[in-house]
């Protein structure tokens, strides 16, 4: 279903009383705002349980940034996608280009990821996204489009739904340096005509497409203001209370 969606991707950081101290603060500054999007919180899977006691009582969401293909057993070390359920955690990053590339996670092996998330009702946030020299050779939209078909598109219309799609150029995460508001649209509009030719426009129109790279508190509003962006995936920003709210509040 197609919402204006903020999510904070907390990646490895923070010990926990960091990690409690950041979520009492997000949701702190947000209790009585006027919120004109879905904000969402992505710790690591060891603060998930405090995460979701904070979501309880405030307007947070919360995600996990990773979740296992299999459904449980001798998999020493991964976290399956029913344990993420029994939490009451509502979102699962899947296929972060850090996973890519340190994890070797390719399309395939995503594909039974979503597929596990959507079988315990949580919602994939699926990440595609270019290298810098992929870009350099205008083959972006290639490698996005395999992204999506690879990961996606055995899904049929109703799972197809339940799913949020975050597009995160490489070059842009954690370099300071963002897609400018026309490009993000442009591969975002991209991304959308992908779904309309496979799943139909009015399918197309309800799935909610995340920008994410270097997106932060100055450059998020023109960002969002694109007719195809419905908001961010944000990394750096949003492990500061302060400035995460003001990507919050820039729609
Ligand atoms: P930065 O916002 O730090 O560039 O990270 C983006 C990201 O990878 C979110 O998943």
Redo the contacts with the bound molecule.
């Keep these: 279903m197609r919402k204006k969606i903020v999510a904070g991707?907390w990646?490895m950081n923070l010990d926990f009383a960091g990690a409690e101290e950041l979520a009492a603060a997000v949701a702190e500054r947000l209790e009585g705002e006027k919120l004109q999007c879905e904000v969402v919180i992505c710790p690591p899977a060891l603060y998930l349980e405090m995460a979701t006691d904070f979501a309880e009582e405030s307007v947070l969401k919360v995600g996990a940034q990773n979740v296992s293909n299999r459904d449980n057993g001798a998999f020493t070390g991964e976290i399956s996608a029913a344990m993420l359920a029994s939490l009451d955690v509502d979102y699962c990053?899947v296929g972060?280009?850090?996973r890519r590339k340190y994890f070797h996670e390719d399309n395939a092996f995503l594909a039974g990821k979503v597929d596990k998330l959507l079988d315990h009702g949580l919602t994939p946030i699926y990440?595609c996204g270019e290298l810098l020299e992929e870009r350099e050779k205008e083959n972006h939209f290639n490698i996005v489009e395999q992204q999506i078909s690879e990961g996606l598109f055995h899904l049929n219309d109703s799972e197809f739904y339940n799913l949020v799609i975050?597009y995160?150029p490489v070059w842009?995460?954690?370099?300071g340096r963002t897609a400018s508001p026309e490009q993000a649209q442009e591969i975002h509009a991209f991304i959308r005509g992908l779904i309309i030719k496979k799943y139909g426009r009015e399918l197309a129109d309800e799935t909610t497409l995340l920008y994410?790279?270097?997106?932060?508190a100055k450059n998020a509003r023109e960002l969002f203001s694109q007719p195809d962006v419905d908001g961010g995936?944000?990394?750096?920003?949003?492990l500061k209370a302060t400035e995460f709210v003001q990507v919050v509040n820039s729609f």
Excluded: R
């Excluded at 995936?233 to 949003?238: K, Q, V």
């Design positions: 991707n990646k990053i972060h280009s850090e990440c975050a995160e842009a995460i954690g370099t994410g790279g270097s997106c932060n995936l944000i990394g750096g920003a949003s």
